[in-house]
């Protein structure tokens, strides 16, 4: 049976969109297992290093390879999910027709035109490496890179203006994508690719893919997903709801003692991890309907929440700080 007007897009189109939005879901639930190597891949190193003084020579590319393939391999599920960074505070305010429309035009023409140069790009980038069997030289286990490379592709599956000028664009620019409500991390990948092909010719084609690889060989963040997968385990195991319900008994006395319990707990979640989100989440969720069935200023409530969640920023382990 046709499809009536106004119903929602055709019934091909909406089978194809279930299809892609499965394979985004199901890769990124696999790709999310490749913490739990990680993780044993650096147990094992601190281990070996500090008990029985014998290190291993595979444990660091093992490690920054797994984090790699982590970071770039879940941005189709990220994205999926809605989860990437995004300034809305504009855009939620809009029509749901609006924003369906203002996605619609920046992805045909930013994020498809964006993502299809940059899988160009890292295709050919990987297809040398292939050719040449490429080894991480400065490694005494020199490892094989070539596969690692390729995954920079699966994750993608006017000149003569003066640089003063040109840098204002690219600024006007991106405070105009972000205002909007497009994800940051495309924005920036999309106006790089733009200005600074225009700003410093076809060598931004090279630049684009060497940075996208030093970011993926870069060891310290590899404790990013660390963090995260210790804030999972915090949430899953219910410590979170032990932890304030405690403070909760101990501070009963003291008036306002609510705002010290979110403090507190706050405090502590952000010493065992450096996630953001999470705190603010978890204490909302535990904090504000008690907050508010006991009379308590709904204003001070959601300042001491976000004051709270927002320590996880300074007290280490920081993803903050390490990505700073």
């Known amino acids: 049976m046709a499809d009536s007007p106004g119903s929602g897009p055709p019934t091909a189109l909406r089978r194809w969109i279930t299809r892609i ?4 879901i199901w890769s990124g639930k696999l ?38 393939a982590h970071f770039m391999l879940g941005a ?14 504009i855009y939620r305010q809009w029509s749901e027709r609006a924003q369906a429309t203002v996605d619609l035009l920046i992805y045909l023409v930013c994020f498809f035109p964006g993502v299809g140069f940059f899988f160009w790009v890292s295709a050919n980038y990987a297809w040398k490496s292939w050719e040449q069997m490429e080894r991480v030289v400065t490694s005494p286990w020199m490892p094989i890179i070539y596969p690692f490379k390729s995954v920079i592709v699966l994750k993608a599956g006017a000149v003569g203006m003066s640089p003063e000028y040109l840098g204002l664009l690219s600024l006007a620019a991106l405070f105009l994508f972000i205002f909007i409500g497009f994800p940051i991390s495309f924005t920036l990948i999309f106006l790089g690719i733009v200005f600074g092909y225009i700003g410093f010719g076809k060598v931004v084609i090279f630049l684009m893919t060497l940075q996208v690889f030093t970011v993926m060989t870069e060891t310290l963040l590899a404790a990013v997903p660390l963090f995260l997968f210790m804030g999972y385990i915090l949430e899953r195991a219910g410590l979170m709801n032990r932890l304030f319900h405690g403070f909760q008994l101990l501070f009963a006395p003291v008036k306002g003692s609510l705002y010290i319990v979110v ?3 706050a405090t502590l979640f952000a010493t065992a991890t450096g996630i953001v989100g999470a705190a603010v989440v978890i204490l909302s969720v535990m904090a504000a309907p008690i907050m508010q069935k006991s009379g308590y200023s709904p204003r001070l409530s959601a300042g001491s929440i976000a004051a709270g969640g927002t320590l996880g920023m300074l007290i280490p382990p920081s993803v903050m700080l390490v990505v700073m």
């Open 263 to 265: 403090l507190a707990t």
């Open 31 to 68: 790709f999310a297992w490749l913490i739990i190597p990680m993780v044993g891949a650096l147990v094992y190193e601190v281990a070996a290093r500090y008990l029985f003084e014998r290190p291993t020579m595979w444990a660091y590319d093992m490690t920054f390879m797994l984090y790699g």
């Open 76 to 89: 189709a599920f990220t994205l999926q999910k809605g989860a990437h960074i995004r300034t809305d505070f």
């Open 21 to 24: 939005d499965q394979v985004s």
